[in-house]
């Protein structure tokens, strides 16, 4: 593995454990999450900095798109793992084992599909897809706060 790879894979595994970790304890639910977007730029700028030196074919383009689009599917189902309770006037979220599990899956079907399309890629595109399939969750989980009737976020 060259130098960028192992950058790429290190930052990958830390990005995941603090992840993982902000999942698992119970943390007010808000509306609205800076990281996701955070990663979303940092992600899209060094996706778009690879692309433009790595064009990708039109096959390689739909294959990228299917794994944010899987991703985001198995951002819904894992909304669905985390708990949503109320501790004084906050609605509060805290993901289980299984969320940490869907998490782990939907990071490994990034990389099997990114496997299919140009060297690097899925390492490269990996904050990105971080910060849409966060984003997704996030949305599932306020929409299900504001369908159970938790609290106005």
Known sequence: MDNPTVTNLTVTVVVLGWLLSRQLVERPLRERSPVGLVLIVIGGLE?????????????????????LAVGVALAAVRAYTVRLSVRGDRVVRKGTP???????????QHFL?????????????????????????????????????????
Do not use: C, K, M, N
Not at 47 to 67: C, E, I, M, N
């Open 113 to 153: 599909i990114s496997a299919a399309i140009a060297a690097g890629i899925g390492e490269v595109s990996v904050l990105f897809y971080f910060g849409v399939v966060l984003l997704a969750q996030q949305r599932v989980l306020v929409a299900r706060a504001a369908t159970a009737g938790l609290a106005d976020l």
């Open 47 to 67: 996706t778009g900095w690879y692309v433009t030196a790595h064009p990708l074919s039109l096959r390689d383009g739909v294959l990228a798109a299917v794994s």
């Open 98 to 108: 299984l969320t940490a599990a869907l998490w782990v899956a939907g990071l490994g």
